[in-house]
């Protein structure tokens, strides 16, 4: 069964930098939409970052665009989310997801396959 999993979240200052890493098995991701969200405390699960490997696309929320980048590594099935000068607001678990089709990148019900998540901590 496909799996994702992700790794590579912590504690860091307001201005800092995490990457980010979503390892995928049971079946290469090749040919899917890849993407984060993050959900903080009482909120809903939110799109950050997402990329289509096949067409090598990729689309950011405003909140992130200038910050954040993703990538993938295809030799290791790997999606990476490199965060730079990380703000307090970006606190939050941070999901990774695939959707073999999709209309919306931002729509949390397009996507079959999710990782259990990491947790982000940025301190002002």
């Known amino acids: 069964q496909a799996q994702l999993v992700e790794s590579g979240g912590g504690l860091v200052q307001a201005g800092g930098s995490l990457r980010l890493a979503c390892a995928a098995s049971?079946?290469?991701?090749?040919?899917?939409?890849m993407a984060w969200f993050r959900q903080a405390p009482g909120t809903e699960r939110e799109f950050v970052a997402g990329?289509?490997?096949?067409?090598?696309?990729?689309y950011y929320v405003d909140s992130v665009k200038g910050r954040f980048t993703i990538s993938g590594d295809n030799a290791k099935n790997t999606v990476f989310l490199q965060m730079n000068s990380l703000k307090p607001e970006d606190t939050a678990v941070y999901y990774c997801?695939?959707?073999?089709?999709?209309?919306?990148?931002?729509?949390?019900?397009?996507?079959?396959?999710w990782g259990q998540g990491t947790q982000v901590t940025v301190s002002s």
């Open positions: 990329m289509r490997w096949s067409v090598g696309s990729t």
């Open positions: 997801a695939a959707r073999l089709s999709m209309a919306s990148w931002v729509a949390v019900d397009e996507y079959d396959y």
């Open positions: 049971g079946r290469t991701f090749r040919n899917y939409a």
